[in-house]
């Protein structure tokens, strides 16, 4: 966890003197330090329940030296070579071209990139992807069943909730998060459980449904995952 | 008379054959099998499971990603530009400001001229420079690389001051933009003499900011000369044509693909510059480039609903009768021309009867982004003045709100010249069917009884509406293809936005020929493969292209039919399609599989060109609406909860009836932003943008809609309309809802809410002030 980096290191990313971090950058700055001083607004995601991995190594990159970083995707492993300041969103989209999972805000704000990490939502914005190592990562694409949709992707589409459909990726998966927490949500929980989720069409009605209607799947079904 | 008004004539009271011969307009439906059913989108599944790529999902490996140094100061001269640091950048691979080779290009905002990368920066982000870099994390490591040696300029952000003598200008000339526009019927000083009520009150709407989910912006490549644009647009064929006026390039060397794009509201009707930065950084690297705004850029640079100062003055006699109304508007479409005030006034001048009209609307130059349309232009402003102001008169009159707009139905418009009448014209019907389902008179009567005395009091409120263009119309044309095995491939210009066009379009494809929707491909809004359409705005893109696919549908059917009339021995106008098959309506055993039939069997497919004919002359096609509310307010707090909305909208056919109830539901949370949550901020000493993000700027969230929302569709058949019957729906949705909430919050406390948004912040100030009255 990264908060145990703080505690091990010493600073925490405020007490950072403004020397100190310009010392990081000149001279190449180790992963750990970097995540004290970067990761700032990702500690606050991490720290609620992300998996980010605290390896007691002292390696040193250079400013544009790419660490190396495996990650945990839809059950699939992949080895990528990622600067360490690229955020989870960047390599799904960009780097590994899943692109199901949507660019905003970038400053976690909207939710159209919500992923799951071990299972529950989070902004894949505002988490590095080296921060994601050693999680399980499930974006859209992995709530599929080979090329069948899984029950809240289905629900979506009878309830139509959605318009033009790019907030969608992570109003699903905000859903999706919810009721493997609470598969018998309120109307009231399911509000909540996609507040997090800025949906500009305004098809928040239609998502409600849907997601009551996903509740009934997953439970008449068993559901998938 | 003209040849439509001939034609119905004619068709009068007529048998009219299923299939129309050749060059006539199909007759109305009647039973519809597949039109208004309810069907899941078409394109749900790709939009549900990721795999539709947006603009901003398309991706090469050898792809480039740009991006825009913005002005950082409302008014500013920029006097010199540093590159060289930003160009040593790692992973950099190109730098580009006005002085670079190819880079002095022109711009233009309507008429006035301006460049790329003004030296003259009249706004806040506008271009100052770019960068190309392997990521785009190095592309702004290389932005930030770059010095820029600013003249900084005083500055206007603030309309209400920019007719002040001393106010800069933000161009020679003065603020001004133009003449103000005027409008005026009858003579308003003789209608308030006449009146027995006069009131006068001033509104004010906030700057309102498009912020789709998806950002702007594209990704181009070059093939060879030809020019690929994939860019979130909603009209491929707007950024092909103003690309190509901008490069010099030929149309046809400019491909612009937007099959998928996630949401625009107007913001992306138009060209912005960074598609042409994209082409350039492309032609230079000879590599693709991606070039998307950041989400801070897209509150400065890409548009928005104009703020607007109104005044409306309105005379009433005590039945209930309008004798004048007089409209003032002072409003911005921001540093250069872009219609600050458009249609602001038109439901003053239209909406409901009244024989004295006079509108003045005045549109200024301030230091600031400018405007572009943005869902119903104009309207939910004029709209937040008129419809409290009636509430008002009905007040001073004593007589119910409902009731007193009911006494002022037209059926004309009384608005353009001629006063011509309406196709079709449901303000009434909306109005009526909406305040029984509502239960208005119950709910008001419920309300007279009641003592309200803690601190959370109940009100509703209702506004009706109506929106200006929503009618369609020409060009549109489309082809179609029946293959052999009865599958169909639909082929339009349009861009689906959101609003389903795709979904209704096969539906109507369905309904003419029989064919399930899962063996209808539609491929549109590619400039290089499809059909040309106009940008999708308006709420003209189903009663423009709509009955352009019946008609490519119809033809279709034609020469099925004549093929058929060949194997069956029977004369095509006795033929019908009935699933997959060519059937004789005389004499049903005699019918033949289409995939039999020997000449389609020969020719493998049917191709079908149809197109969108002239709206009928001398008459208006217009949709109607009326949105009722309940509201609660607690009076510590000065928080809002909405507890129903319900919305009666008459827009011809309902097409398909679950997007249309999302059309509802999108409209009225997009009102409910309008109307208590949105507002730009301009601070006042620096003229910056102070909450450009999602957090500052507060969108309407799942927790803020109402708990419910009714969509009544009041079907009013309209065969003058076009031939699927069909008006607009996505704007009207979203005209009367702002006005609505007002006349709830007012019906609850007593306190008018004459300026956006109603939030809490004004609440409390509002109640406060009133508690030191009393």
């Known amino acids: 966890m990264i908060d145990e980096i703080h505690r091990e290191d010493g600073p925490s990313p405020s007490r950072l003197s403004e020397t100190e971090l310009a010392e990081n950058a000149t001279e190449g700055v180790t992963r750990r330090g970097f995540l004290a001083s970067i990761g700032v607004g990702a500690v606050a995601v991490a720290a609620g329940g992300g998996s980010a991995s605290a390896r007691p190594s002292t390696e040193v990159l250079k400013p544009d030296e790419m660490a190396k970083l495996t990650l945990k995707i839809n059950g699939r492993i992949y080895r990528l070579l990622v600067e360490p300041r690229w955020s989870l969103l960047y390599v799904l989209r960009e780097e590994l071209g899943l692109t199901g999972t949507k660019v905003g805000c970038e400053r976690g704000e909207c939710g159209a990139c919500t992923v799951l990490i071990d299972g529950r939502p989070q902004y894949a914005c505002l988490m590095l992807a080296v921060e994601a190592e050693d999680a399980e990562i499930t974006t859209l694409e992995g709530l599929m069943d080979g090329q069948e949709l899984g029950p809240v992707q289905q629900a979506f589409v009878e309830h139509d909730a959605f318009q033009c459909g790019y907030c969608t990726p992570g109003q699903i998966v905000a859903v999706e998060g919810l009721l493997r927490k609470n598969p018998d949500p309120s109307l009231d929980e399911i509000r909540t459980g996609v507040s997090g989720n800025l949906c500009r069409c305004g098809a928040y009605g239609h998502i409600f449904e849907a997601a009551q209607k996903a509740a009934k799947l997953k439970s008449g079904q068993g559901g998938k995952s | ?774």
């Not at chain 2, 509108?359 to 869902?375: H, K, L, M, Q, W």
């Open chain 2, 1 to 774: 008379m003209n040849t439509e008004e001939k034609r119905y004539y004619f068709l009068e009271g007529l048998p009219v054959p299923e299939t129309p011969l050749p060059g006539d307009e199909p007759a109305p439906w009647k039973k519809t099998h597949f039109v208004g059913k309810g069907l899941p989108r078409v394109d749900a599944y790709e939009r549900v499971s990721g795999s539709a790529v947006y603009p901003s999902d398309v991706n090469f490996p050898d792809m480039l990603y740009a991006a825009i140094l913005g002005c950082p100061y409302p008014n500013a001269r920029v006097k010199s530009v540093d590159t060289s640091a930003a160009s040593k950048v790692a992973g950099c691979r190109g730098v580009m400001t006005g002085s670079s080779p190819g880079a002095d290009i022109a711009w233009r905002y309507e008429k006035k001229k301006s460049k790329i990368f003004d030296p003259h920066c009249r706004y806040e982000g506008d271009a100052v420079a770019a960068v190309v870099a392997d990521t785009p994390y190095s592309a702004w490591d290389a932005i930030k690389a770059i010095k820029v040696d600013y003249e900084i300029l005083p500055f206007v952000s603030d309309e209400r001051n920019a007719l002040a003598s001393k106010a800069p200008a933000v161009h020679p000339g003065g603020n001004q933009v133009g003449k103000p526009q005027t409008y005026e019927r009858g003579d308003v000083d003789k209608g308030f003499k006449e009146a027995d009520v006069v009131l006068e009150a001033e509104y004010r709407t906030e700057c309102e900011l498009h912020t789709p989910m998806e950002l702007h912006g594209c990704v181009v490549r070059w093939d060879g000369d030809e020019l690929i644009i994939w860019e979130s647009t909603q009209g491929v064929y707007s950024v092909q044509t103003m690309v190509a006026e901008t490069l010099g390039l030929p149309l046809a060397k400019v491909r612009v693909i937007g099959r998928y794009m996630g949401g625009g509201f107007g913001s992306k009707l138009v060209t912005s510059k960074y598609s042409i930065i994209a082409a350039l950084f492309a032609k230079e690297t000879a590599r693709p480039v991606k070039l998307f705004l950041t989400r801070e850029q897209t509150y400065l640079v890409v548009g928005n609903r104009p703020p607007t100062n109104m005044t409306l003055k309105a005379g009433i006699k005590k039945d209930g009768t309008l004798t004048a109304l007089q409209f003032t508007c002072l409003g911005t479409g921001g540093a250069y021309p872009a219609d600050g005030t458009w249609g602001v006034d038109w439901l003053v001048r239209d909406t409901y009867l009244c024989p004295n009209v006079k509108c003045e609307s005045t549109d200024v130059y301030i230091n600031a982004g400018p405007a572009r349309p943005f869902r119903a232009p104009g309207h939910p402003q004029g709209s937040w003045a008129l419809e409290q102001m009636m509430d008002a008169l009905a007040e001073a009159i004593k007589m119910d709100p409902v009731e007193l707009r009911l006494k002022n139905i037209p059926t004309y418009s009384q608005g353009r010249p001629g006063n011509m009448p309406y196709t079709s014209t449901g303000l009434k019907q909306c109005l009526v069917e909406g305040a029984k389902a509502f239960k208005w008179k119950e709910k008001r009567a419920a309300l007279a009884r009641t003592k309200q005395t803690g601190h959370i009091r109940r009100g509703i409120g209702m506004a009706g509406g109506l929106w200006q263009v929503g009618g369609g119309m020409p060009p549109s044309s489309i082809v179609l293809k029946l293959f052999v095995d009865g599958s169909v491939n639909l082929n339009m210009g349009a861009s689906d936005i959101g609003t389903g066009t795709k979904t209704i379009m096969a539906l109507i494809v369905s309904e003419e020929l029989g064919v399930p929707l899962d063996k209808i491909q539609i491929e549109n809004a590619d400039t290089g493969t499809t059909q040309y359409a106009t940008p999708s705005g308006g709420s003209k893109t189903v009663p423009s292209d709509g009955p352009a696919v019946r008609d490519a549908a119809v033809r279709v059917k034609q020469r099925l039919l004549k093929l058929a009339s060949e194997d069956l021995k029977s004369k095509p106008e006795d033929l019908t399609v009935v699933g997959g098959y060519v059937v004789s309506q005389k004499d049903k055993s005699k019918r033949i599989k289409i995939g039999e039939i020997g000449k389609f069997k020969e020719q493998r497919v049917i191709v079908g060109l149809g197109c969108r004919g002239p709206n009928p002359v001398g008459k208006i096609i217009q949709p109607f609406c009326a949105q009722f509310c309940e509201v609660e307010v607690n009076t510590l707090t000065g928080e809002v909860t909405l507890l129903s909305f319900l919305a009666a909208h008459d827009s011809g056919r309902v097409m398909d009836r679950l997007t249309y109830d999302s059309q509802v539901i999108g409209g009225i949370t997009m009102g409910v932003g309008f109307g208590m949550t949105e507002m730009r901020v301009l601070d006042r000493r620096t003229g910056k943008l102070c909450n450009k993000n999602w957090h500052d700027y507060k969108l309407p969230t799942s927790r803020d809609v109402p708990s419910e929302i009714v969509s009544l569709p009041l079907e009013l058949p309209d065969a003058e309309a076009n031939s699927i019957g069909a008006k607009g729906l996505g704007e009207p949705v979203t005209v009367p809802t702002g006005a609505a909430i007002a006349n709830a919050v007012y019906d609850a406390i007593g306190v008018r809410v004459t300026s956006t948004p109603i939030n809490p912040l004004q609440l409390n100030r509002l109640l406060a002030e009133r508690r030191g009255k009393e």
